[in-house]
C-alpha cells in the first residue's frame, strides 16, 4: 500500500525524576548503545521527512539537556515540563499553539524513555491515522494472564484479556482536540496518565494500532539491562 503520510509536530515529555528506575540521574539520561535514552527517542522523529517541529519538555532545573546534541538542532524547541507527564505535555501544546500551530495539526507524542520505537511503526502509525476523525495510539494486546487483586495482593479474579490491551507511545492526535481535552480533564481533576485517556475522557474513541511489543518503556532496571542486551547484539 503506498501511502503519504501526514506532516506532524512532535511532543516528547523527559521530564521525569525515573523515581522507579533510581539511577544516579533521570533515566532518559542512562546510556544505551553510545547515546543517551532521550537521545534515541528523538531521533526516530528527527530523522522523519514529515516532521513539522519538535518540542520536548524536561525539568526547569534539568543540567543534562543542553549538553545533548539534539538540543542545537533548530527543529527542536525545549519548554519547561511540569509536575505530571499531563503538565508536561500541555505545556508543550501550549507552545505549539502559541507558536502559530494549527488546532487541525497532527501531534504525536512520544515518552522519552521509549527508545525503541521503530520507523515502520511510526510510518504505521501516522498512514492508519491519517484521516482517521480522531486519532490513536501504538498499543500491544494483552498477552499474559492478568488478575485482579485485593488489598492484600491476593488474586480475587482472572480478567478478561481479550479485550486488554497496553497502551505505547507515540499517541497521534489533532492538537486543538488534545489540547481542549487535556486542559479541561485535568481542570476537572481527572486521572490522566496518557493522552488517550484525556481523549476518552472528552467522549472520543481512540483507534489502537497494533505496534511492536518491544517499543517498551524503560521503567525499572531490568528493562534497560534487556534493552542493551538486544542493541549488543545489532
Ligand atoms: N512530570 C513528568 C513525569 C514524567 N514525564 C515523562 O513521561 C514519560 C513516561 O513517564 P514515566 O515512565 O512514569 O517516567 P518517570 O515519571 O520519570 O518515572 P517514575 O514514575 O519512575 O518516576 C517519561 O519520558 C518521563 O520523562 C514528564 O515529562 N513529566
Ligand atoms: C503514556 C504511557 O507510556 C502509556 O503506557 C504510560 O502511561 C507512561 O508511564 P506512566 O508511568 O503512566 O507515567
Not at 149 to 174: C, H, N
Amino acid at each position: 500500500m503506498s501511502y503519504l503520510s501526514p506532516a506532524f509536530w512532535a511532543v516528547i515529555p523527559a521530564a521525569g525524576v525515573g523515581a522507579r528506575m533510581a539511577a544516579d540521574r533521570p533515566k532518559q539520561y542512562l546510556q544505551l548503545g553510545g547515546r543517551s535514552i532521550l537521545e534515541h527517542s528523538i531521533s526516530c522523529f528527527l530523522d522523519h521527512p514529515g516532521l513539522k517541529g519538535l518540542v520536548v519538555s524536561v525539568a526547569f532545573d534539568d543540567p543534562f539537556w543542553p549538553s545533548l546534541p539534539c538540543a542545537a538542532d533548530p527543529r527542536v524547541v525545549r519548554v519547561d515540563g511540569g509536575r505530571e507527564r499531563a503538565d508536561s505535555v500541555l505545556n508543550a501544546l501550549l507552545h505549539l499553539h502559541a507558536q502559530g500551530a494549527a488546532d487541525d495539526d497532527w501531534v504525536l507524542v512520544h515518552d522519552a524513555a521509549r527508545p525503541n520505537l521503530s520507523r515502520e511503526d511510526l510510518n504505521k502509525l501516522l498512514s492508519e491515522l491519517a484521516d482517521d476523525p480522531v486519532g490513536g495510539l501504538l498499543a500491544v494486546p494483552a498477552r499474559d494472564t492478568l488478575k485482579r487483586v485485593d488489598k492484600q495482593g491476593r488474586a480475587v479474579e482472572t480478567v478478561d484479556r481479550s479485550l486488554i490491551w497496553q497502551a505505547y507511545t507515540p499517541q497521534m492526535f489533532r492538537l486543538g482536540a488534545l489540547h481542549r481535552a487535556l486542559a479541561d480533564s485535568l481542570v476537572a481533576d481527572a486521572t490522566i496518565t496518557d493522552e488517550s485517556s484525556a481523549m476518552e475522557w472528552a467522549g472520543l474513541a481512540p483507534r489502537l494500532i497494533e505496534g511492536r511489543s518491544d517499543n517498551i518503556k524503560v521503567t525499572r532496571p531490568e528493562d534497560l539491562e534487556w534493552l542493551r542486551l538486544r542493541w549488543a547484539k545489532r
